[in-house]
């Protein structure tokens, strides 16, 4: 059992077994990610962690204690209410990440909905299928009933099928801009319309595209109108630690007026430790990532942003157009931005085999399902990886087609498997019962140093052993 070391160890000594334990982290210096992580620059890097450092101590939940902080927040919402178009009377909060700015929407307009008497007992918003997850812990966390949306062909969202779902219940609309999976941007003003018309209010996840699409609108190129230009958007959401390229922690919700957020607001004035008052999620907020947004902000510039915008861009133009020259791939839908997704076009082809040989050759890809795919999200990093990365891609689809076997064996099997067994219950047992390993005592890692390959075969293993159970159990072998 680990304890705290009796006698405390020295720095030194400290800091050289952390960076040990690094070793078998993903490469995400070198262009080897393809999300999670987004760089800019090394000397971007650097000046924002020194901004975060100079408030490394500072605690935002008493605004009036570091009034620094409240005024880089302030400052932060303004800046972003203006860039998604904006005017006065936008107001919002800074929140730690993308999932805080989709769970306080949800939060917010069930509340705004009690105010009013609507919505029932249990309310329902309703969302595109290819909605971030965030918005269904939303709904679980806050008992919001889920109403998921199909898509059409090019992966946007069904809007007859929307239409249909609104009743008396639907107290919030979600749509993207652009979607995590595919990149793509749901018809905003379309839905928009609807908003207006039926007096629901709707929000629009730019969590990828607040701090990207109007970038690439000031550069020239063509983008649908996807934020307060649209009438019936009544709040966004647009995380600063992604490409607005701040420090972990930061992302920005912005709503029409007050008339919104003050619902957002939870005020207890009978707490023995004192009034309490406090506009977002958390209580203690490190003023580290706040100060990084603010900074980043300021020393990008529009000018910054629109470059950064173009080298992204010309990188996705690369990838993209190279993966459609590949036989036997093609992206899915028409993104928007820098995020894509591509699959298989030839049943011969798993892309899931692809996959597992690109993860040998070093690239840390993440999986989709409904379609299969492979995902990426281009940052500066890719723009020198981006011709390697192609003709990995290549060798890789090579490889697959002429090892058909490839795509029924290890990981690719699993992932396959995974992605298809129509036992949704039995995945999710089994992915609960990896986590309480995970988060029990032994905090026992379902992968090995390669990362996910081993977590998809043990837990495609133990499916898989499961449904031969069941299946001689009914007889049907
Ligand atoms: C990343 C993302 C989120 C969630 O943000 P986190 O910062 O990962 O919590 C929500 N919506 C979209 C569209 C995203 O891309």
């Not at 919104?260 to 990532?289: C, E, M, N």
């Amino acid at each position: 059992m680990i304890s705290i070391p009796s006698k405390g160890r020295p720095h030194d000594d400290i800091l050289e077994s952390m960076q040990l334990f690094r070793e078998n982290d993903a490469d995400h210096k070198n262009g080897r990610t393809w999300s999670l992580v987004y760089h800019l620059t090394p000397e971007h890097d650097a000046f924002l962690k020194t901004a975060h450092q100079l408030f490394f101590s500072e605690n935002a939940l008493n605004p009036m204690a570091f009034k620094s902080l409240k005024r880089f927040e302030h400052e932060v919402v303004r800046m972003t209410a203006r860039l998604l178009n904006g005017d006065e009377k936008v107001v919002g909060t800074m929140t730690s990440g993308g999932t805080e700015s989709c769970l306080l929407p949800v939060l917010c307009y069930r509340e705004r909905a009690r105010s009013r008497k609507l919505g029932g007992s249990l309310p329902e918003m309703i969302a595109p299928k290819t909605i971030h997850v965030a918005w269904e812990k939303a709904a679980r966390y806050f008992n919001v009933k889920m109403i998921r949306i199909p898509l059409k062909d090019d992966f946007t969202v069904n809007v007859d099928i929307l239409k249909k779902k609104i009743n008396r219940r639907t107290i919030l609309i979600v749509a993207s801009a652009p979607s995590y999976p595919h990149g793509v941007i749901d018809p905003i003003e379309e839905i928009g319309r609807i908003a207006v018309e039926r007096n629901i209010p709707f929000h629009v996840d730019a969590c990828l595209g607040g701090f990207f699409l109007p970038f690439m609108e000031k550069i020239g190129y063509r983008i649908p109108i996807f934020d307060f230009r649209c009438k019936g958007v009544t709040s966004i959401s647009a995380d600063v630690h992604k490409y607005g390229f701040g420090a972990k922690g930061a992302s920005v919700l912005v709503y029409r007026d007050m008339e919104y957020l003050k619902h957002q607001f939870f005020i207890h004035p009978d707490w023995p430790g004192g009034v309490f008052a406090s506009p977002a999620l958390l209580g203690t907020r490190p003023g580290g990532p706040i100060a990084a947004a603010w900074a980043a902000m300021n020393a990008l510039g529009m000018n910054g942003y629109c470059e950064m915008a173009e080298t992204i861009m010309e990188t996705t133009r690369k990838l993209t157009t190279g993966i459609n020259a590949i036989d036997g791939l093609k992206i899915l839908g028409k993104p928007a931005m820098g995020v894509f997704a591509y699959g298989s076009t030839d049943s011969g082809i798993s892309i899931f085999a692809v996959g597992d040989i690109m993860e040998d050759r070093g690239w840390h890809v993440d999986r989709l399902q409904r379609p299969d795919g492979l995902h990426a999200m281009v940052t500066p990093a890719h723009k020198s990886v981006a011709d390697q990365y192609l003709l990995d891609l290549r060798q890789a689809v090579e490889m697959v087609k002429s090892n058909p076997g490839l795509s029924s064996r290890g990981n690719a099997a699993l992932y396959g498997m995974i992605a298809h067994v129509p036992f949704r219950g039995l995945i999710k047992k089994e992915v609960k019962k990896m986590m309480e390993k995970m988060y029990g005592p032994e905090g026992e890692m379902p992968m090995g140093p390669k990362g996910k390959e081993s977590f998809a075969v043990r837990m495609g293993t133990r499916i898989f052993s499961r449904i031969l159970r069941w299946a001689s159990r009914t007889g049907c072998r």
